[in-house]
């Protein structure tokens, strides 16, 4: 039994039952896209490997062969090849030694959090190195770590706050937040909606990534130029009150920054 994929711009039919009564592969790819339709789904979304790109042509058939819109119902995106580095050698891969790497070992040598977030950091379109040491390490150069970093010094400054009197009861007022620094981190913190949207419209998720260690950038840059806290005696002024709520809305953008990744926002390390 054949679908007739050429009438919707394939290269060739293609065999769903074989002469011996056993479905094809391909059958099972059509059976998966009708369930998801069926259950509701307006769009399917599929990722596959570099090696796959020949199959593009053929699910987009199928999908027109339902009635649907190649590229609106059934969207297909291809993802490069993912390189392993440990001790600045790559890790080399043999299916036939035996020394496949799974995602399980990955997630095992570095941990839930920065194995998605060394993965998501990356364009699709691109091959993506993973350094294991480097992912493994808490300094400025390990990405999550950086971004993760960023979201723990938030939480401290505001138990610093409270610690010291600072609280929001007098509300905002960003009259007070005069300096470059501060408007820096408001411009930082202005771009993440448009970053989000266009993160989805794009199907291209890194770019949450990017601007989550940008923002921690920013941030950092921060801290080391304004004050939550008074020095010593000194009194509560509204300018510390107004970078608490800075401080706040910093905390938050990147705990739903990292969250849209999977990845979590410890408040201490």
Not at 124 to 146: E, G, K
Not at 213 to 238: K, N
Request: hydrophobic letters at 40%.
């Amino acid at each position: 039994m054949w679908l007739r994929t050429t009438t919707y711009g394939d290269d060739k039919d293609r065999v769903l039952i074989k002469s011996d009564g056993q479905a094809a592969y391909f059958a099972g790819d059509v059976a998966y896209y009708l369930n998801k339709r069926e259950r509701g789904a307006d769009a399917a979304i599929y990722l596959l490997g570099a090696d796959h790109h020949g199959y593009i042509g053929r699910m987009m058939a199928m999908c027109a062969a339902f009635g649907d819109k190649p590229g609106e119902n059934l969207q297909i995106l291809i993802g490069q090849l993912v390189n392993l580095v440990k001790d600045g050698e790559p890790v080399r891969m043999s299916k036939r030694a035996g020394t496949i790497v799974t995602l399980d070992d990955l997630v095992d040598a570095v941990g839930v959090d920065a194995a998605r977030y060394a993965l998501v950091r990356v364009s699709m379109d691109t091959q993506v190195d993973i350094d294991l040491d480097l992912l493994s390490s808490h300094s400025n150069d390990n990405p999550v770590y950086y971004v993760q970093y960023a979201h723990v010094r938030t939480c401290n400054v505001a138990r610093n706050a409270a610690a010291h009197g600072v609280t929001r009861d007098a509300g905002f007022d960003p009259a007070v937040l005069d300096t470059e620094a501060d408007e820096a981190l408001l411009a930082a913190l202005a771009q993440f909606p448009a970053q989000v949207a266009q993160a989805t419209e794009l199907r291209e998720p890194h770019r949450i990534a990017r601007y989550l260690e940008s923002l921690a950038a920013t941030y950092h840059a921060w801290y080391g130029q304004c004050r939550v806290t008074p020095r010593g005696d000194d009194p509560v002024e509204s300018g510390h009150v107004a970078r608490l709520w800075l401080n706040d809305a910093v905390t938050q953008v990147l705990r739903t920054g990292l969250g849209l990744l999977g990845v979590g926002a410890p408040e201490r390390m």
